[in-house]
């Protein structure tokens, strides 16, 4: 098993800057890649981001490729997504999730509760 918490949710106009963080536990978290994905109001949930603990190889969505960036703290078990330059079609519950990767969220097994975003215009 693996659990997931998130973090880091709120309130920002546009142009503004969140940290999301996700804190892993479980046995075996360190195998999975690690994802970020967002559900919008009356949308289905859609791929943000991903990264592998191993090898640090990371994927981007084009809608936030050159604002948003997908870290980890292996010390930590922490995984990060820096949100800059915000715009109101940002404003979703953002989860983060374990499994195999890709941009599919059929490939993800574990999932935490998710967190607001909510961008101001």
């Known amino acids: 098993q693996v659990q997931l918490v998130e973090s880091g949710g709120g309130l920002v106009k546009t142009g503004g800057s969140l940290r999301l963080s996700c804190v892993a536990s479980g046995r075996t978290f360190s195998s999975y890649t690690m994802g970020w994905f967002r559900r919008a109001p009356r949308e289905d949930r859609k791929f943000v981001a991903a990264i592998s603990w191993s090898r640090g190889r990371t994927v981007y969505a084009d809608s936030v490729k050159g604002r948003f960036t997908i870290s980890t703290n292996n010390a930590k078990n922490t995984v990060y997504l820096q949100m800059n330059s915000l715009k109101p079609e940002d404003t979703a519950v953002y989860y983060c999730?374990?499994?195999?990767?890709?941009?599919?969220?059929?490939?993800?097994?574990?999932w935490g509760q998710g967190t607001q975003v909510t961008v101001s215009s």
């Open positions: 999730a374990a499994g195999l990767g890709g941009t599919s969220d059929w490939n993800y097994s574990y």
